[in-house]
């Protein structure tokens, strides 16, 4: 009976997470392009400048991916899984080999010491979670933190394609969550860029500013929890603004069954405020004026960030959960292949 209340349950849920995604892609279209949305670089984002993405030739080293993470989880490294392995087949033992993997039985047999030998599995799911809240519209120097989260997205979309695993996403806003399966080589590529764009270029200050019946982020991380198959690796790709006690305890279902990589996506402005001046800010729907000549004020608004950031960081590690910080004006490229062990030949900012 739990086990049929479970299916039930995921079913229902499944439904309406279709029911919201079908009446989103309606309402605004297959490819919704907002008009000049190429000449607005760092407002919005492209098919065409994520296609072009490919070209920076990003790939991760598995290897160097696992140590990576290790090292950021600290105490928690045991708990990264990395790819799984299956049984290959038994050889003789060659001195090097790993004692521990001895077949006692076949060398029993044989009366000559033979050894298992594993290899990793061919393909695994990558699940991308990318944030397109209007939170995420926002930005003071060469892009959005939207932009920035639609391009890690990209690159390592392109980077799963190459490794030849299969590749899943789940995009959402403040109303709207859309699941994309696992898809194997251009497929999934192409289903993941055609709606990230759609997400993406919906954002905008011409957007009413709108309070959800649930939090969205913690309700994403719900729907996550349900498709999320075992094994997988998710990669939150977020500013992870509302990361409420809420959101953590989905994380952790998550977290059970997958290795879970947290990108936390800031822009300048956010640590730290523009020297002796006033400044005007707004969200589309509400303006607000800061005065920024006094220096105590500019130092408690750093210290709050800092603060924030160190208690989203230990948040997650608490999970076995490492976390990159990724700033809108940073090397985009350089950032992640210095925290992934991703190797690029060609520079991509």
Same mark, same amino acid.
């Not at 006094?294 to 950031?309: D, G, L, T, W, Y």
């Given at each position: ?23 989103? %892609? ?12 190429? /000449?607005?670089?760092?407002?919005? $984002? ?33 708990? +990264? ?5 299956? +049984?290959?087949? $038994? ?7 790993? =004692? ?29 979670? =990318? ?6 519209? +926002? ?8 932009? =920035? ?6 690159? #390592? ?12 996403? #789940? ?26 764009? /759609? ?10 500013? %709108? ?15 349900? =498709? ?19 959101? $953590?305890? /989905?994380?952790?279902? $998550?977290?059970? #069954?997958?290795?879970? %990589? ?56 608490? /999970?076995?959960?490492?976390? %990159? ?14 925290? #992934? ?9």
């Amino acid at each position: 009976m739990a086990t049929s209340s479970h299916t039930d349950h995921r079913d229902a849920q499944r439904a309406a997470t279709a029911h919201t995604e079908t009446s989103f %892609i309606k309402n605004s279209g297959v490819l919704r392009e907002r008009e000049n949305a190429s /000449q607005a670089v760092g407002a919005y $984002v492209t098919m065409e400048e994520l296609v072009a993405l490919a070209n920076a030739q990003c790939r991760i080293d598995l290897h160097a991916q696992k140590r990576a993470l290790a090292a950021m989880a600290g105490s928690h490294r045991s708990a +990264f899984r990395g790819r799984g392995i299956d +049984f290959d087949e $038994v050889r003789i033992y060659t001195p090097g080999d790993d =004692v521990r993997s001895i077949d006692w039985r076949v060398t029993a047999r044989t009366g000559r010491t033979h050894t298992k030998v594993f290899r990793e599995e061919r393909e695994r799911p990558v699940y991308l979670m =990318v944030d397109q809240r209007q939170s995420m519209f +926002f930005g003071s120097h060469t892009a959005m933190k939207s932009v =920035v989260a639609a391009r890690t997205a990209a690159l #390592l979309a392109w980077a799963t394609r190459e490794q030849g695993d299969r590749l899943g996403a #789940l995009i959402f806003n403040d109303q709207h969550v859309h699941e994309l399966r696992p898809r194997e080589g251009k497929r999934g590529i192409q289903a993941l860029f055609r709606i990230l764009v /759609q997400f993406n270029q919906f954002l905008g200050a011409d957007q009413p500013v %709108i309070t959800p019946s649930r939090q969205p982020f913690s309700q994403a991380l719900e729907a996550l929890a349900h =498709v999320v198959r075992p094994g997988s690796l998710v990669v939150v790709i977020s500013d992870f603004q509302q990361f409420d006690s809420i959101s $953590v305890q /989905q994380l952790q279902l $998550v977290k059970r #069954l997958s290795d879970v %990589i947290a990108i936390s996506i800031s822009d300048p402005l956010e640590a730290r405020l523009p020297k002796g001046g006033t400044y005007g800010y707004t969200n589309g729907e509400q303006s607000v004026r800061v005065d920024t000549r006094n220096r105590e004020f500019r130092k408690r608004f750093s210290i709050h960030f800092v603060e924030q950031q160190n208690q989203l960081r230990e948040a997650l590690l608490a /999970q076995g959960i490492p976390t %990159i910080p990724i700033s809108t004006d940073a090397a985009l490229a350089d950032t992640l292949g210095k925290a #992934l062990g991703l190797r690029h030949r060609r520079g991509v900012r």
